[in-house]
């Protein structure tokens, strides 16, 4: 398939045949969701571990539906009533979960370099589900799924990130990702929320949210990650919807065919127009969710692919 890594930590270190191959898997396991029997057995007879280490409801679910469809058994981990809360180290909570052998573990965590760490210490395939303001890979590929299937190509588009850039891991894996993919990607939004930094990585910046969204194939918006804010990032929820939430005056400079997308939970009436993310025409926000799963189904089905041959070629070798 095109696929050598042992675990999945982020964009930034897969190749672009490599997130043309999960993809092109993800997009077999839509049409085996969309049957009225959904499961195989890829994953037969492995455990994953689901580790939340931040609130998550729709990452959560997906992953643990997807891993349910494959065949795991699948465990999620309470974070917040584990020992981590009594003072053990996620160092110590590693090696207790590498004693229990789990196969895959999936992991979202507060703090920027944890996942990467804890693969480290594990002897099983790693999945970062979201780690501080670093990455969200699997985020990335379901938009970039998403993306494709709606205008049929994943090269050579004008696609606009909009609003908190700043927080967002999911903006950082999509700029990485669609930038590997021959894209032309604008970052909008004020400057406290789009540093000029960013455009080190081959993104143009536009703070006027008209002229940033003009002629572009896709709109993608992004939450307010008031959770990580800790100053005045915005003068007010209402100014900021205002100047750069997504309406249909603001929407008319894309291109008649572009698609709106939001990674969510969305704040409607501050990041964008209820009207335009319920625009069966427009919004591909629900198409988002259904590939979630399948993108999900298929990083697990290829990191276990090669756990399976690894370990394989580790028994041959003691023989």
Same mark, same amino acid.
Do not use: W
């Given at each position: ?16 045949? #490599? ?30 571990? =689901?580790?939340?280490?931040? @609130? ?5 679910? $997906? ?10 058994? /699948? ?5 917040? &009533? $584990?020992?981590?809360?009594?003072? !053990? ?8 979960? =590498? ?15 944890? /996942? ?51 927080? $967002?891991?999911?903006?950082?894996? @999509? ?6 993919? !021959? =894209?032309?990607?604008?970052? /909008? ?10 455009? #080190?990585?081959?993104? #143009? ?12 194939? /896709? ?6 990650? +008031? ?9 007010? #929820? ?14 008319? @400079? ?12 969305? @704040? ?12 069966? =025409? ?7 969710? !259904?590939?979630?799963? &399948? ?13 399976? $041959?690894?370990?394989? &070629? +580790?028994?041959?070798? !003691?023989?």
């Amino acid at each position: 398939m095109g696929f050598s890594q042992k675990h999945l930590l982020g964009i930034e270190h897969l190749r672009p045949d #490599e997130i043309t191959a999960i993809l092109d898997l993800a997009d077999q396991y839509v049409d085996l969701n969309r049957r009225d029997v959904k499961h195989a057995d890829a994953l037969s007879g492995l455990t994953q571990i =689901n580790m939340f280490f931040e @609130n998550s409801t729709r990452t959560q679910a $997906s992953f643990e539906l997807a891993g349910k469809r494959l065949g795991a058994d /699948v465990m999620n981990m309470a974070m917040q &009533a $584990s020992s981590i809360k009594k003072g !053990e180290t996620l160092i110590d909570t590693a090696m207790t979960l =590498n004693a229990m052998h789990p196969d895959l573990l999936v992991v979202r965590h507060p703090h920027s370099g944890a /996942v990467d760490l804890l693969s480290q210490k594990v002897n099983c395939a790693v999945l970062n589900a979201g780690d501080g303001r670093h990455e969200h890979p699997t985020q990335a590929l379901l938009d970039a799924l998403t993306i494709r299937r709606a205008k049929g190509r994943l090269h050579r588009l004008n696609i606009a990130i909009c609003g908190d850039v700043a927080h $967002s891991r999911v903006a950082r894996s @999509n700029l990485i990702l669609l930038g590997k993919m !021959e =894209n032309r990607i604008r970052l /909008v939004g004020p400057p406290t929320l789009v540093p000029s930094q960013f455009a #080190e990585l081959g993104a #143009e910046i536009y703070e006027d949210m008209n002229e940033g969204l003009k002629d572009v194939d /896709v709109v993608m918006m992004l939450r307010l990650q +008031k959770e990580r804010m800790d100053g005045g990032f915005i003068p007010s #929820e209402r100014e900021y919807y205002h100047r750069y939430g997504l309406d249909a005056e603001k929407l008319a @400079n894309a291109k008649p065919d572009a698609i709106v997308m939001h990674p969510g939970p969305m @704040n409607r009436g501050v990041e964008i127009d209820g009207e335009i993310a319920d625009d069966i =025409n427009r919004s591909v926000i629900q198409e988002q969710v !259904e590939m979630g799963v &399948a993108v999900r189904m298929a990083a697990m089905d290829l990191l276990a692919r090669n756990l399976r $041959s690894d370990r394989a &070629a +580790k028994q041959a070798s !003691e023989v």
